[in-house]
């Protein structure tokens, strides 16, 4: 047989791979998106839902755990999602330039498609409280930002009334398109699983993220997509739990910096979720924070920042309610290569430093 004539045989023959076009392309009829409406995208969605078993073995009784790790966005978190969304309808609308409050993931993410949607980005940040992956990541896309000496809340009351003052859009999660693009991924967990999950596990900051994968469940519920709908279980830091303990934190600390919030904007939306659905909110401390990031970085390959592991963490704290046979999503919001401090702060790992470029000294330290 000619080469040529081989080589086509193998290509025709080679798995093709599906074409992912991001997810408004993906869930166009679910979106507030028209034939007008210009698709800025950087390819975000699609991500692995995961089964994580030294998760469900911590549990017992039959429970099934998985990960939706939306850390594999392209810039590293579930920003991307909403981002995608808020972009397009910016763009749509002429607009020139956006702004955000952020803990660094929204930033970003902001900065990012901004950049891809030919707009000016403005970012307001807590100074020394955002980590260092996303800081460079907004400074690599090109916003301009400004660090404040004051936390998100604060950041975030500027900028609601900068964008009502100047022709500047909003695209914190206060901007209703950024829910709609976010609840995307409650669709494609349950295409994944063919049902919703019975829960949800999910950290909440300023609560957005949990309004917008119940409004993902819903939707698909009634469109008769999933036979059940999941009882949402958020999860705060102990040190910045207004949910949980149902009032405003003004000074709040935590060592999961992106969720270091005390007075969320999406709170009333957040605990209809919790009532609709019959879920609960948690707080978790930071040491078991860092417990459960350990925990998947070393027993499933999952690096995740820190303010993701709530949801594992807190999992973990409740487990003792997990009925028989349950399927569990915990959602990992973001990457850990986000924050490079705090990992090599909080690992057991064994790192060897100063070692002579020698086999024979290489060869002692490994202690044969
Ligand atoms: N996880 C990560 C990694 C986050 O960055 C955030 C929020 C959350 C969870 C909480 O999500 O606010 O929708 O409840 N980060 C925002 C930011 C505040 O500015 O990047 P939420």
Same mark, same amino acid.
């Given at each position: 047989?000619?080469?040529?004539?081989? =080589?086509?045989?193998?290509? &025709?023959?080679?798995? +093709?791979?599906?074409?992912?076009?991001?997810?408004?392309?993906?869930?166009k009829p679910w979106l507030p998106v028209t034939k007008n409406t210009p698709i800025i995208t950087l390819k975000e969605g699609a991500t692995p839902l995961i089964e994580v078993k030294?998760?469900?073995? *911590?549990?017992?009784?039959?429970? +099934?755990?998985?990960? +939706?790790?939306?850390?594999?966005?392209?810039?590293?978190?579930?920003?991307? *999602?909403?981002?995608?969304?808020?972009? &397009?309808?910016?763009?749509?609308?002429?607009?020139?330039?956006?702004?955000?409050?952020?803990?660094?993931?929204?930033?970003?993410? #902001?900065?990012?498609?901004?950049?891809?949607?030919?707009?000016?980005?403005?970012?307001?940040?807590?100074?020394?409280?955002?980590?260092?992956?996303?800081?460079?990541?907004?400074?690599?896309?090109?916003?301009?930002?400004? /660090?404040i000496k004051g936390n998100f809340d604060k950041a975030l009351d500027i900028v609601r009334e900068l964008s009502e003052k100047y022709p500047i859009t909003l695209v914190n999660s206060?901007?209703?398109? *950024?829910?709609?693009?976010?609840?995307?991924? #409650?669709?494609?967990?349950?295409?994944?699983?063919?049902?919703?999950?019975?829960?949800?596990?999910?950290?909440?900051?300023? /609560?957005?993220?949990?309004? #917008?994968?119940?409004?993902?469940?819903?939707?698909?519920?009634?469109?008769?997509? &999933?036979?059940? =709908? !999941? *009882?949402?279980?958020?999860?705060? /830091?102990?040190?910045?739990?207004?949910?949980?303990?149902?009032?405003?934190?003004?000074? !709040?600390?935590?060592?999961?910096?992106?969720?270091?919030?005390?007075?969320?904007? @999406?709170?009333?939306? #957040? $605990?209809?979720?919790?009532?609709? &659905?019959?879920g609960k909110f948690t707080s978790v401390t930071d040491s078991e924070i860092i417990e459960s990031y350990k925990i998947l970085g070393r027993e499933e390959g999952i690096f995740c920042? !820190? /303010?993701?592991?709530?949801?594992?963490?807190?999992? $973990?704290?409740?487990?003792?309610?997990?009925?028989? @046979?349950?399927?569990?999503?915990?959602? =990992?919001?973001? @990457?850990? =290569?986000?924050?490079?401090?705090?990992?090599?702060?909080?690992?057991?790992?064994?790192?060897?430093?100063?070692?002579?470029?020698?086999?024979?000294?290489?060869?002692?330290?490994?202690?044969?």
């Amino acid at each position: 047989m000619a080469f040529s004539k081989k =080589l086509k045989q193998l290509f &025709s023959s080679a798995p +093709k791979k599906n074409k992912w076009d991001g997810l408004i392309e993906a869930y166009k009829p679910w979106l507030p998106v028209t034939k007008n409406t210009p698709i800025i995208t950087l390819k975000e969605g699609a991500t692995p839902l995961i089964e994580v078993k030294s998760i469900a073995n *911590r549990i017992g009784k039959g429970a +099934k755990v998985y990960i +939706k790790y939306d850390g594999l966005n392209p810039t590293g978190s579930f920003k991307d *999602r909403g981002m995608t969304m808020a972009i &397009s309808k910016a763009k749509e609308a002429g607009c020139e330039a956006v702004i955000c409050a952020s803990t660094g993931n929204t930033s970003a993410s #902001a900065a990012a498609y901004a950049t891809k949607g030919g707009m000016k980005s403005f970012v307001v940040i807590p100074d020394g409280y955002v980590a260092q992956g996303k800081l460079a990541q907004a400074l690599v896309y090109g916003a301009e930002v400004i /660090a404040i000496k004051g936390n998100f809340d604060k950041a975030l009351d500027i900028v609601r009334e900068l964008s009502e003052k100047y022709p500047i859009t909003l695209v914190n999660s206060v901007n209703p398109y *950024r829910l709609q693009g976010q609840k995307t991924a #409650a669709f494609e967990i349950v295409e994944n699983l063919g049902d919703a999950p019975d829960w949800l596990c999910i950290p909440m900051g300023n /609560a957005g993220n949990i309004t #917008a994968y119940w409004m993902g469940f819903k939707e698909f519920f009634h469109a008769k997509k &999933s036979k059940q =709908l !999941p *009882r949402m279980m958020g999860f705060q /830091a102990s040190g910045s739990a207004p949910l949980v303990e149902n009032k405003i934190i003004n000074n !709040p600390e935590t060592i999961a910096t992106a969720i270091r919030i005390g007075n969320p904007v @999406n709170k009333e939306k #957040a $605990l209809l979720a919790k009532e609709s &659905s019959n879920g609960k909110f948690t707080s978790v401390t930071d040491s078991e924070i860092i417990e459960s990031y350990k925990i998947l970085g070393r027993e499933e390959g999952i690096f995740c920042e !820190p /303010a993701s592991a709530a949801s594992v963490a807190g999992l $973990l704290k409740v487990k003792d309610d997990v009925p028989k @046979n349950s399927t569990i999503v915990c959602v =990992l919001t973001g @990457n850990g =290569l986000k924050d490079p401090d705090c990992a090599i702060k909080n690992n057991d790992s064994i790192f060897h430093t100063g070692i002579d470029p020698e086999i024979n000294s290489i060869i002692k330290t490994m202690g044969f």
